[in-house]
Nanobody, 124 residues
Framework: QVQLVESGGGSVQSGGSLRLSCAASGYRYSSYCMGWFRQAPGKEREGVAAIDSDGRTSYADSVKGRFTISLDNAKRTMYLQMNSLKPEDTAMYYC??????????????????WGQGTQVTVSS
């Protein structure tokens, strides 16, 4: 049974920073990807960043230069360092895991495994 558990969300002021974590358990594949998605009320789900076990990364244009994704393969834990946060970054953030990179990076595809979500709120 694969489980993804997010942590690190919270409330910050504009310009602040947060670090999200996503710990995966029960995942047996040596080759895999993980990604961060977010969804704000009334908006569609958006892919934020993705990374695979080989270190390939990708980012949404809206977060490039501000967010950094990383992966500790030994711990099966993914991180999202979010700097220079803006009010428009406010959303529920979800981590996902799959074997195919497209499913970890594209919001129009459904990754195989999802976490429960962690709320990020940025006030102006």
């Amino acid at each position: 049974q694969v489980q993804l558990v997010e942590s690190g969300g919270g409330s910050v002021q504009s310009g602040g920073s947060l670090r999200l974590s996503c710990a995966a358990s029960g995942y047996r594949y040596s080759s895999y990807c993980m990604g961060w998605f977010r969804q704000a009320p009334g908006k569609e789900r958006e892919g934020v960043a993705a990374i695979d076990s080989d270190g390939r990364t990708s980012y949404a244009d809206s977060v490039k230069g501000r967010f950094t994704i990383s992966l500790d393969n030994a711990k099966r834990t993914m991180y999202l360092q979010m700097n220079s946060l803006k009010p428009e970054d406010t959303a529920m953030y979800y981590c996902a895991a799959d074997r195919s990179y497209d499913y970890c990076s594209r919001a129009d595809l459904e990754a195989g495994y999802w976490g429960q979500g962690t709320q990020v709120t940025v006030s102006s």
